[in-house]
């Protein structure tokens, strides 16, 4: 199973689904209101895809978007938020890929992608 998270810096209504519309089959995602955890799906490659959004994650300007399947469009958090980024047109970050749960985050480096371009830096 594959997992996927980016997150999403002022988030629009209706932007991720407007995006995973063109990337995934049978999107079902009502991102209308993205105030509260969003849950939908997806098919892609016959398989299921689950799709979860949670706003407010670091300092509430942020929304994470966690996409998990057995199969997924993208194969690393990073081409994930490239294509996300091309898409929304706001700023997109992720992790460098090496991080694991109960590692410090202090430290910890981010792909941040925007108008600047591609660039790792801390958080905040």
């Known amino acids: ?9 002022d988030l629009e209504p209706g932007a991720v689904s407007r995006w995973l ?19 939908g ?3 892609y490659g016959g398989a299921r895809v689950r799709i979860t959004l949670y706003p407010g994650a ?10 998990e399947g057995g199969a ?10 490239r294509s996300a980024w091309r898409a ?9 890929g090496d991080w694991k749960e109960g590692d410090s985050v202090e430290d910890e480096k981010w792909w941040r992608l925007d108008h600047r371009g591609e660039q790792l830096v801390a958080w905040n």
């Open 1 to 9: 199973m594959q997992d996927l998270e980016i997150y999403i810096r």
């Open 21 to 39: 519309k063109g990337q995934l089959d049978e999107l079902q995602l009502d991102d209308a209101d993205v105030g509260s955890v969003i849950k």
């Open 41 to 43: 799906a997806a098919v």
């Open 58 to 67: 670091f300092g509430k300007r942020f929304t994470s978007l966690v996409i």
């Open 72 to 81: 997924l469009p993208w194969n690393s958090d990073l081409d994930c938020a």
């Open 88 to 96: 929304l047109d706001t700023e997109v970050r992720c992790s460098p």
